[in-house]
């Protein structure tokens, strides 16, 4: 008997081993990258009385490792090119600038942070006079892996399919059968064709916290419907999505 209790004992110690290495396994599978924040405005041109104002927040990653040094070498690229080559044209030219003072406002939102990918959405907002146009763009980064430090394709979000191409032509077909029911939807998108004209899911996503692709349409692109319209689909949907009809 003694050795029975001993053996239920030396079980019981085994399957908390266990239960603790499996917690530590899930932590470290969705290990978050460590990130602040920098924000400000800047003004065109440089003191006194300006005409266009950039107001920008966007995160910097302070991991010391080669997947945070690329993300953030993406960031500079994109403010060193608002600030020094697209803002000063808006500003000076007076078609662009529009009629007394302008804005834009870049926001991003961090959507996905895990080891596996680092996913923003950015939201921009320009003014240009009375006119206010609202609009989104995501990108994803691979956090490990073969191309770890890069901007991820829809196909290297999702590894599915041949090709992003061929994954977005199934995503266009079936999000196009579920808008039809929102009011409007069919007078703005009369066949598939004029919805793609609108919709190009191999540049309109951005990854969720669990690594699904979340597709998107322009905000104010349809009048009856809410602001945005998103459409998740995990890996295992658009493969479905791939697979010829009768396939099991």
Known sequence: MPSMCASMRN???????LAVLVMC???????EAAL???????????GGEWTYRYTYRYPVLTDDTPAAAS???WFDVAFREMDDLILPMFASEADMAG????EISQQYAVTCNNDAFFSILLTQTQVLGEQTMVSLSGQVFAMSGEYLGDTLTLRGLLGVGESSTQIAEAIVADVYKRVQSVEG??????????FYEDFDPETQFYADQD??????????VLDTAPDVMTFTYTA?????????LGTP
């Open 11 to 17: 079980m019981r110690r085994l399957i908390c081993l």
């Open 25 to 31: 396994g899930a932590a470290a599978a969705h290990a």
């Open 36 to 46: 602040t924040w920098t924000e400000g405005q800047q003004t065109y041109p440089e």
């Open 71 to 73: 993300v953030n070498a």
């Open 99 to 102: 009629d007394g003072k302008s």
């Open 185 to 194: 939807a069919l007078h703005r998108w009369p066949d598939i064709d004029r």
């Open 211 to 220: 690594g699904n692709a979340v597709f998107f349409l322009q905000p104010g």
């Open 236 to 244: 295992q949907e658009a493969e479905a999505l791939l697979m010829p």
